[in-house]
């Protein structure tokens, strides 16, 4: 048995973690661009060709033809939105070594570190499909699976947002705000895998930003605990 103090790599963890949070915090911030785009761009030239906005799997040729130089960047900064909090919650959560949270700290790493990869792929396949030949977007195979993988990429960041939130009781550092961002995560959790239309992206986000803020308003002692934690040598 050994006790593990201070390291060299203290100071990088703690900036690693702070790091997570503000991103955590700022998520919101990161789908602004894509609802900008949605609203001032793609509605108005769907407006024009006289349809009102519609689900994207029923797009035509046509359609995709008219709103194709506003569907590419409102996509990019869907995947990067999509990608930034899976990102963050591995950033927040990795230098938190408290023995009570061990296990959530595992489940946040392992749900956001299979997330990312899969956000890469989801982005290849769905810009794949801008080039459907099929009769509506929903139909092309490449947009089918990406759809599919969006749906799962969501509910992994969401069980790494419900970890992390655990995270917050577990420790007694944020109780009561960990509480409400866990049931939170279920629920949304639930909604997804019995209705997944009715969960919009974005409601990842405004999980993520509370949750952030929590974590920056830790006390610098309760943080600092969380990389000075007694360890066990193997």
Do not use: K
């Not at 602004?32 to 949605?38: D, G, K, M, Q």
């Not at 009102?52 to 709103?67: E, H, K, N």
């Not at 239309?197 to 952030?212: H, K, S, W």
């Amino acid at each position: 048995m050994h006790t593990l103090g201070p390291t060299n790599s203290a100071p990088a963890v703690r900036r690693s973690s702070r790091l997570g949070a503000w991103f955590l915090a700022f998520a919101p911030a990161f789908y602004l661009p894509a609802v900008a785009l949605n609203a001032g761009v793609i509605a108005p030239l769907l407006a024009q060709q006289g349809v009102g906005q519609r689900a994207f799997v029923d797009l035509s040729r046509d359609l995709m033809d008219v709103i194709q130089t506003a569907w590419i960047p409102f996509h990019a900064s869907l995947y990067v939105a999509t990608a930034i909090i899976p990102i963050a919650v591995v950033l927040g959560v990795r230098g938190m070594m408290l023995p009570a949270a061990r296990g959530w700290r595992l489940g946040a790493l392992f749900s956001s570190g299979v997330a990312i990869p899969l956000v890469v792929v989801y982005s290849v396949l769905d810009v794949r499909a801008i080039s459907f030949t099929t009769p509506t977007l929903g139909e092309d195979p490449f947009y089918a699976v990406a759809n599919v993988l969006g749906y799962v990429v969501f509910g992994l960041t969401l069980v790494g947002l419900g970890c992390l939130a655990v995270i917050l009781i577990t420790t007694r550092w944020r109780p009561v705000l960990g509480w409400i961002l866990a049931v939170g995560a279920a629920l949304f959790l639930v909604v997804t895998v019995i209705a997944p239309l009715y969960t919009p992206p974005f409601v990842t986000a405004l999980i993520a930003c509370p949750l952030g803020v929590g974590l920056l308003r830790v006390p610098r002692r309760l943080r600092e605990q969380s990389d000075t934690a007694v360890s066990t040598a193997f």
